[in-house]
């Protein structure tokens, strides 16, 4: 069974408040039946949209880091996310794909999810989120070099203006050895075609 998730802010009263004056604002009644609780709902759902702002994503690394001599690509690839644009606060989705080569140290594998999860987890921009994750890994785990692409769809190019519904958007940063045209190739080519 699922586990509901706790949500409890000190902000949680004022953004239920805030929520009810924009209902109140669009031309609804928010004392009808069916939109009483949804000022609550809408306060705890971004509460939880946004908790990657509480989180510290270096500790999360710094939590499972281990010597190892390890020194091939280690890729982290098909982690699903959704973040919240910040121009219409209307959700982006969709996958990244992350590789780092050791200097030293590993990580645990999931907490390289972790951190895309804190990071999409705030108001973002794709462009920024990218080189967010990447900037993190490096500094965090000092590697020979770290490379981070992430696919996304985005609801305000679906919903409004333009209305494209099948449009991705695509964003890719990298340092160290990845500089590298053949070793961006390699990588590309990895996330590219599945193995298993």
Known sequence: M???????SPNLEELK????????LLGEDAEREGLLKTPER???AMLS???GYHMDPHEVLRSAKFKEEYSQMVIVKDIDFFSLCEHHMLPFYGKAHVAYIPNGYITGLSKIARVVDIFSHRLQVQERMTLQ?????QETLNPLGVMVVVE???MCMQMRGVEKQNSITTTSDFTGAFNQAKTREEFMN???HGYL
């Open 42 to 44: 809408v306060a705890k």
């Open 133 to 137: 994750i990447k900037e993190c890994i």
């Open 190 to 192: 990895l996330i590219q």
């Open 2 to 8: 699922l586990e509901k998730e706790e949500i409890d």
């Open 17 to 24: 408040s805030h929520y009810r004056s924009i209902i109140t």
């Open 49 to 51: 949209l946004t908790k």
């Open 152 to 154: 996304a769809k985005h």
